[in-house]
């Protein structure tokens, strides 16, 4: 039970910070570039290509970090879904490898995305299979 316990707030929180993202569907492209002036991150030229993947990813991020928030709240229903979600994360790490060895971001970056799809799969898979598990 005490497992279950930890990994549903994990869930919250991580799905938490996720959903944060929404933050960046709606701010003005002065304070996206300014933001990106204090964290040392590449100047990019606002087109509406950029603004469109930029705002479009932190919609999905929102999205992802509701989904997390709500199988926190109902692991032991959600078990084989979670389960699945931590077997699309894997799958996904070498994509998000090869995205960040193609793009130049700072190394802070690059370890922040890639640790933070490992500790969702390790999250994903931590959770008990039967009651019996817990």
């Not at 990019?44 to 919609?59: H, L």
């Not at 699945?84 to 090869?98: D, H, N, Q, R």
């Not at 971001?105 to 959770?127: H, N, R």
């Amino acid at each position: 039970m005490k497992r279950l316990r930890i990994l549903r707030i994990c869930f919250v929180v991580y799905g938490l910070l996720m959903a944060a993202a929404i933050f960046f569907v709606f701010i003005p492209n002065e304070s996206m570039i300014r933001i990106g002036l204090y964290y040392n991150l590449p100047n990019f030229e606002v087109t509406p290509v950029f603004e469109y993947m930029a705002r479009g990813m932190s919609s999905i991020c929102f999205l992802v970090g509701m989904i997390l928030i709500y199988l926190g709240l109902h692991l032991r229903q959600y078990t084989p879904l979670v389960r699945f979600l931590g077997w699309l994360a894997l799958v996904s790490l070498p994509m998000i490898v090869f995205i960040h060895a193609k793009i130049t971001t700072p190394f802070w970056w690059k370890v922040g995305d890639i640790t933070g799809v490992f500790v969702l799969v390790l999250m994903c898979f931590a959770v008990p299979q039967s009651k019996t598990e817990t």
